[in-house]
């Protein structure tokens, strides 16, 4: 729980509450794993790889913690919310094909260590048991994840397409990223308070502060990517430079008539493959007004998620909630 509390920064003080989220968390685990159990081996080791490979668990720990303003834990909270990160893990599976990846949380990827296929089919896998799961919740559960696909998959195609003529580049990204992390976020949040008989202001509330502070997370991994160094991302910096992905700061860069003429060469080219060009490009935008232009903007979708935070009662888990968006902004200081 601690390394999980590190990594999405989650600051809990009540042992009470943290003891239920960890104990909740341990039930959604067990059963992940039975849920990608197949008797088939290729089937089970393909679905079980990201599994094991860990990752933050953010949206399951989110539908615990939204429980908490109901009734709490119960089988059908635990339930939601192995759910929806079943349905993270087949975009996950899904999107290293799409990126071609070879590693994804520090283990081989599923289409380096089998192929595209298996990967894909994985994440088709995992998206049918995802399904399964929610219709033991109720009609109105079924429906809402299914909208959820709908905006994940509607997400990545306005992405991979890009701004049609005349569409604002940064209104399309960040409404790219509301779809394609805010949702299912939001999801998580709206499964935790209606599944644990939460007033419908308290879900709604949820499911806002959700969407909020899903695209947040998004600006804070474009602003690190940036920003960090190497040994405290435990990555290459400018990852997406080298992938040739123009996240925030790089548009608001590309669009502020002030910005380095040779800054704009290199983002307006193909991807970054040659190391210097990748330093060169990382100095000119951490001076740049657009990494300044993306933390203000990421400062105001902090506040926009707390304020959504006003409508739920002063609880502990009301104060963990909050120091999410806090962290989120404090991480890339």
Request: proline letters at 3%; aromatic letters at 4%.
């Amino acid at each position: 729980m601690e390394d999980l509390r590190a990594a999405v920064g989650l600051q809990v003080a009540d042992e009470q509450l943290l003891g239920d989220l960890a104990t909740g968390l341990s039930d959604v685990e067990d059963l992940l794993r039975q849920t990608v159990h197949s008797d088939v081996k290729a089937v089970h080791d393909a679905a079980i790889h990201l599994v094991e490979a860990g990752g933050k668990r953010f949206r399951p720990l989110f539908t615990l913690l939204a429980a908490q303003f109901g009734k709490g834990n119960s089988e059908p909270v635990i339930t939601a919310a192995a759910a929806v990160e079943l349905v993270h893990l087949a975009t996950l599976y899904h999107d290293d094909v799409m990126d071609e990846a070879t590693m994804r949380r520090g283990a081989e990827s599923a289409n380096a260590r089998w192929d595209n296929t298996i990967a894909i089919l994985t994440g088709d896998f995992l998206f049918a048991h995802s399904s399964r799961l929610v219709a033991d919740l109720g009609t109105d559960a079924a429906r809402i994840i299914a909208e959820t696909f709908s905006e994940l998959v509607t997400g990545q195609m306005r992405e991979t397409v890009g701004p049609v003529d005349g569409e604002d580049p940064v209104e399309h990204y960040l409404s790219v990223i509301a779809q394609k992390t805010g949702s299912l976020i939001a999801t998580a949040g709206r499964f935790g308070g209606m599944l644990s008989g939460a007033p419908a202001e308290y879900v709604e509330a949820l499911r806002r502060f959700g969407d909020i502070i899903g695209t947040a997370f998004q600006i804070s991994d474009d602003i690190i990517d940036i920003a960090s160094a190497s040994d405290e991302l435990g990555k290459s910096q400018g990852t997406d430079l080298r992938e040739g992905v123009r996240t925030l700061p790089m548009l608001y860069a590309l669009a502020d008539e002030g910005t380095d003429p040779r800054l704009i060469e290199l983002l307006s080219g193909p991807p970054l493959t040659d190391d210097a060009l990748v330093r060169e490009g990382l100095d000119l935008l951490r001076a740049s007004a657009g990494l300044r232009q993306a933390q203000a903007t990421l400062a105001d979708y902090a506040r926009r998620a707390r304020e959504e935070l006003a409508a739920l009662p002063a609880t502990p888990a009301r104060d963990a909630c909050e120091s999410v968006a806090d962290y989120l902004v404090a991480r890339t200081r």
